[in-house]
């Protein structure tokens, strides 16, 4: 594979790792459900469907004579391969797929179905279409090329990979080498320690790399359905070092892959667990309260934190950042077609049956919603071509799985489903009642303009909820990049607006553009609400929590 096609291999699958809205389960009984109501309802309009079938027929004279002007989308890089244009069987073949792909969207989309019903099936449609796309077969120009170049051994290569993937990883292809990274080693490699540990949770002190160092730490809450060295994977991405060049006291929680032994571990749980990390970390710091930072399911953990310290009346956080969290789950993305109220039940009852949900099933259902980037990709070049997965630390981390819990799973369904974080008092925790409007901290909200698993408006709508100042930033990135977004990229785009109207469109027509990374505008935000600088410590700890095993810790590193 050249170097070109494994970075464009790579920069399409880090749009499409793991977030929080996989958690909502899709059955295989729901897709089959909506494919016989498209089947149904092709019998139930038949001059529609005849329409439709002429309409096919047109098109394709057009292809076979060389006068269709069908062709694939501009971004779409499965058709790169200049044979796909310029040789007339491959170009017929191409334009046979995109008629007849175009001709069932069209069927489906002018139907009397329902507006639900026609999303559905544009969903069923892409999953048939796209894996019968041209590319995935042998007849793909570059594996065909590929062949003749090795001789034949690319095909063996592929079928061994296939064998492989077969037996080790659930019939699904490899999407990375995973014996390319060792965690601690060429991974979460930022130098720290474990200062305290309960059941639920780790806490990690990195070691400072400056003289001096803002007073009011920080306290970084990773998701629970992802490991926390997304925060610190290369030296060069790592959120960690970023904080730390730049004078923070960083702490990072670590959580525990829960078994069947934690299945009743709830928000609550959690809740408690970040309330001792909270305490630890203001006693070896000895400031009086610390800033958070909380991303995607950690945001809507930290938000909730938030809210029951004021319910309590006490004021043990400064300011808060949020990173692609959504607290209104009202969302208007493909992951709520299948949403009912029959769905979700049937995901908490076997999360409960199971005690957990395997992290490997989640990643499986998010592959089935992106299939292009996430399946049909690694079948091209895995076995098809008889590459090697690509070697990505990104793509490591995401494969990386952990388990939830069956309380805490529940509660996420739950909270999908009523959606308690918009509404007083809809939502206990720890004994408490939560209203987000009495949450007055100023914080700092991230949101990434192509993130199709927390869309930005959806988390634009979540920071409207807190009683105190925001400043919302929107990133040109998706999901994950717009977390891992270091300075220097050229590429690096992000938008602000002071002022935060009740819609988000209106938001963005007035909001100013900005080049290079937000974590440079967030650096100065956060430096803000620091306070003063001391003498950076001269060992991790204290005496009450001294420094134990080293970073990266050991729950890390449970299976």
């Known amino acids: 594979?050249?170097?070109?096609?494994?970075?464009?291999?790579?920069?399409?699958?880090?749009?499409?790792?793991?977030?929080?809205?996989?958690?909502?389960?899709?059955?295989?009984?729901?897709?089959?459900?909506?494919?016989?109501?498209?089947?149904?309802?092709?019998?139930?309009?038949?001059?529609?469907?005849?329409?439709?079938?002429?309409?096919f027929g047109v098109e394709m004279k057009n292809v076979l004579l060389g006068q269709s002007q069908l062709q694939p989308d501009d971004n779409d890089r499965r058709f790169n391969d200049p044979a796909w244009s310029h040789n007339p069987l491959?170009?017929?073949?191409?334009?046979?797929?995109l008629a007849w792909r175009k001709e069932l969207h069209d069927w489906v989309e002018h139907s009397s179905l329902s507006e639900q019903d026609v999303s559905r099936g544009h969903f069923i449609i892409n999953l048939m279409t796209e894996a019968m796309a041209p590319s995935n077969s042998l007849a793909n120009p570059a594996a065909v090329?590929?062949?003749?170049?090795?001789?034949?051994?690319?095909?063996?290569?592929?079928?061994?990979?296939?064998?492989?993937?077969?037996?080790?990883?659930?019939?699904?292809?490899?999407?990375?080498?995973?014996?390319?990274?060792?965690?601690?080693?060429?991974?979460?490699?930022?130098?720290?320690?474990?200062?305290?540990?309960?059941?639920?949770?780790?806490?990690?002190?990195?070691?400072?790399?400056?003289?001096q160092v803002f007073k009011r730490p920080l306290l970084v809450v990773p998701p629970q359905i992802n490991k926390y060295y997304v925060f610190d994977l290369s030296p060069e991405k790592s959120l960690a070092r970023f904080l730390l060049r730049n004078q923070v006291q960083t702490f990072i929680v670590s959580w525990r892959n829960p078994t069947k032994a934690q299945r009743e571990w709830g928000l609550s749980t959690y809740i408690e667990a970040l309330k001792e990390a909270v305490d630890v970390v203001c006693t070896i710091t000895g400031s009086a309260d610390v800033n958070v930072l909380g991303a995607c399911?950690?945001?809507?953990?930290?938000?909730s934190l938030l809210g029951h310290y004021a319910a309590l009346g006490e004021k043990k956080v400064h300011a808060q950042t949020l990173l692609v969290s959504v607290l209104d789950t009202r969302l208007d993305s493909q992951y709520a077609l299948f949403a009912d109220e029959q769905t979700l039940e049937a995901a908490k009852r076997r999360s409960y049956q199971a005690g957990v949900l395997e992290g490997s099933d989640m990643a499986k259902v998010f592959a089935w919603m992106r299939p292009n980037d996430l399946i049909w990709n690694y079948w091209v070049n895995?076995?098809?071509?008889?590459?090697?997965?690509?070697?990505?630390d990104i793509l490591y981390w995401n494969n990386d799985t952990?388990?939830?819990?069956?309380?805490?799973?529940?509660?996420?369904?739950?909270?999908?489903?009523?959606?308690?974080?918009?509404?007083?008092?809809?939502?206990?925790?720890?004994?408490?009642?939560?209203?987000?409007?009495?949450?007055t901290c100023d914080y700092y909200v991230v949101a990434g303009s192509n993130d199709h698993i927390t869309p930005w408006t959806s988390c634009y709508k979540s920071a409207r909820l807190f009683?105190?100042?925001?400043?919302?930033?929107?990133?040109s990135s998706g999901h994950i990049q717009s977390i891992l977004n270091p300075p220097g990229n050229p590429k690096a785009r992000y938008m602000t607006n002071p002022d935060m109207p009740a819609d988000p469109k209106a938001w963005q027509e007035d909001a100013t553009k900005h080049t290079d990374s937000w974590w440079l505008h967030w650096q100065k935000w956060l430096?803000?609400?620091?306070?003063?600088?001391?003498?950076?410590?001269?060992?991790?700890?204290?005496?009450?929590?001294?420094?134990?095993?080293?970073?990266?810790?050991?729950?890390?590193?449970?299976?």
Do not use: W
């Open 382 to 392: 895995n076995y098809l071509l008889g590459n090697e997965p690509p070697v990505f």
């Open 297 to 303: 399911s950690g945001g809507a953990t930290t938000a």
């Open 145 to 211: 090329k590929r062949f003749f170049d090795t001789g034949g051994k690319s095909l063996l290569d592929g079928l061994s990979h296939m064998a492989k993937d077969l037996l080790h990883n659930g019939g699904m292809p490899s999407q990375v080498d995973m014996k390319a990274f060792e965690v601690g080693r060429n991974v979460a490699t930022t130098e720290g320690a474990v200062v305290f540990r309960n059941e639920v949770l780790e806490l990690i002190q990195y070691t400072p790399v400056t003289e």
């Open 402 to 439: 952990t388990r939830l819990p069956a309380a805490l799973h529940g509660e996420f369904i739950d909270m999908f489903q009523t959606n308690p974080l918009t509404r007083a008092g809809a939502l206990e925790v720890c004994g408490t009642p939560i209203d987000l409007s009495q949450v």
């Open 467 to 475: 009683g105190g100042q925001c400043e919302f930033v929107l990133s």
């Open 90 to 97: 491959y170009r017929r073949y191409l334009q046979t797929y």
């Open 1 to 55: 594979m050249s170097e070109k096609q494994n970075d464009d291999l790579k920069h399409t699958s880090a749009k499409s790792t793991m977030g929080l809205n996989p958690v909502i389960g899709i059955r295989g009984r729901d897709l089959l459900t909506s494919a016989r109501l498209v089947l149904t309802q092709a019998m139930r309009q038949p001059l529609h469907s005849a329409r439709h079938v002429a309409h």
């Open 527 to 559: 430096t803000a609400r620091s306070g003063e600088t001391k003498k950076a410590p001269a060992k991790l700890g204290n005496k009450r929590y001294p420094a134990a095993e080293a970073a990266p810790g050991t729950y890390v590193h449970e299976r």
